[in-house]
Structure formats: structure tokens, C-alpha cells
């Protein structure tokens, strides 16, 4: 079965410093990764999804295979980037995502 | 509709008490999904529904909790017999594909 582990619970940082919230899986298939995150009094939504390669609000994460990794960075932090954030993988084949715990970060003035 | 729709937000019960939440998902998604979301647990899978397919129960945790669709839309999540280890925000959610799901607000389950 496949697992994802965020090591951290809680990720404390200041304004303007960079930030990487961890996100380690076993999985021995080809899975689709995801960061899903949660703002104040809001409800859960989809931040980014590994294959689009995208950035989000100057969020960027890369696949690792080697690794196992799926860690998510930003250069610069925000105050509203404060946020709890969950990493999920889906296995391929299956349409049911399995998350972690969740990161709690929060970003001081 | 806008999203997600649960309801009741919020809900109390006492122990050993029936309770039903409910779940609208976007229209014209098939794919809809019950998740539990504890304190300091993250998101426990529950049930996955899509379309007309059976559904995939490998997480209920006991016989107390079942699910049904109904016409492939509104979802209701039912717990027989509370207890207080049921405690806990219930989430639902829907995907076209199952490429992203789109969550509800969720029922915050209070049972004393």
C-alpha cells in the first residue's frame, strides 16, 4: 500500500525567506502527486499537480523518483502563503488520493 | 452550483445516537468521495464513488458507517450508534476525472 509521509507539522518562517514543505512517499508504481492546501476558515483546494509543471502563487514542486519526493518550495514567503498543506499521491490506475498529514506553515511579518 | 455543497455544517449528537451527513457535489461530476479529517490525522479515505460503478468502501472503519449515491448525484453519509472516537470534520468531495478533487466546507461532528 502506498504511504505519504510530511515529516514536518509545523514549519515556522519569517517574511521574504525561502520555504520547502517535505513530502516523502512509497509507492513502487508511477504515481500523480499533489499539494493540496487549506487557508483560515477556507476549504481544501488543489495548489498544484506534479505533471503540470506549473507555479502556483510562486509555489513550485518537482517529482523525484529516485528520491521519492515531492517537495514543495518557494523562494520568497508571503504572510497569506500561511496555511496548512497536505501532499497526496494517487496510484496509478486508481482515482483515490492518499494524503499525508499535513504541514502546518506559518509565516511571520 | 458554486462547489461542494455539506451539510449540516455543524453537528452534535449524543453517544449511540444515528446521524446523516449530506454531500451535493459539483454538477456533472462523477467521481465523489467521503474523506474523515482528525486532528493532527490528516485525511482518512472513507468511500469513493464513480458513476454507476459500485463503490469502493475499503475505508469505512466499521460497519456502523455506510454511503450511499443516489442518481448518481447527492451523497449521504450515514453513522449508526455513535461514538466519540467519530468525532471529527467530514469531508467530502468531487472530480470530473480524478485529476483534482474540489472539497466541501465539511460536517464538523461533535459526539458527546
Known amino acids: 500500500a502506498q504511504r505519504v509521509t510530511q515529516p514536518e507539522k509545523l514549519l515556522s518562517v519569517f517574511k521574504g525567506a525561502p520555504v520547502e514543505l517535505k513530502c516523502n512517499y512509497s509507492?513502487?508504481?508511477?504515481?500523480?502527486l499533489f499539494w493540496y492546501v487549506q487557508y483560515s476558515r477556507q476549504r481544501l483546494q488543489l495548489l498544484l499537480r506534479h505533471i503540470s509543471r506549473e507555479s502556483i502563487k510562486g509555489f513550485t514542486a518537482d517529482l523525484n523518483k529516485g528520491e521519492t519526493s515531492f517537495h514543495l518550495k518557494k523562494p520568497f514567503a508571503q504572510e497569506e502563503d500561511s496555511a496548512m498543506y497536505y501532499c497526496?499521491?494517487?496510484?496509478?490506475?486508481?482515482?483515490?488520493?492518499?494524503f499525508g498529514r499535513g504541514t502546518s506553515l506559518i509565516v511571520h511579518p | 452550483g458554486a462547489g461542494v455543497s455539506q451539510s449540516p455544517s455543524n453537528k452534535v449528537t449524543e453517544k449511540g445516537k444515528d446521524v446523516e451527513l449530506r454531500c451535493d457535489p459539483i454538477?456533472?461530476?462523477?467521481?465523489l468521495y467521503w474523506y474523515r479529517q482528525s486532528l493532527g490525522q490528516g485525511l482518512e479515505f472513507l468511500i469513493y464513488f464513480q458513476g454507476n460503478s459500485a463503490p469502493d468502501k475499503s475505508g469505512l472503519p466499521s460497519d456502523r458507517f455506510s454511503a450511499e449515491r443516489t442518481g448518481g448525484s447527492v451523497s449521504t453519509l450515514t453513522i449508526q450508534r455513535t461514538q466519540q472516537e467519530d468525532s471529527a470534520v467530514y469531508l467530502c468531495?468531487?472530480?470530473?476525472?480524478?485529476?483534482?478533487?474540489?472539497f466541501g466546507s465539511g460536517t464538523q461532528l461533535s459526539v458527546l
Open positions: 497526496a499521491l494517487r496510484p496509478g490506475g486508481s482515482y483515490i488520493p492518499t
Open positions: 468531495a468531487s472530480s470530473l476525472n480524478g485529476e483534482g478533487l474540489f
Open positions: 509507492y513502487s508504481g508511477s504515481p500523480e
Open positions: 454538477s456533472g461530476h462523477t467521481a
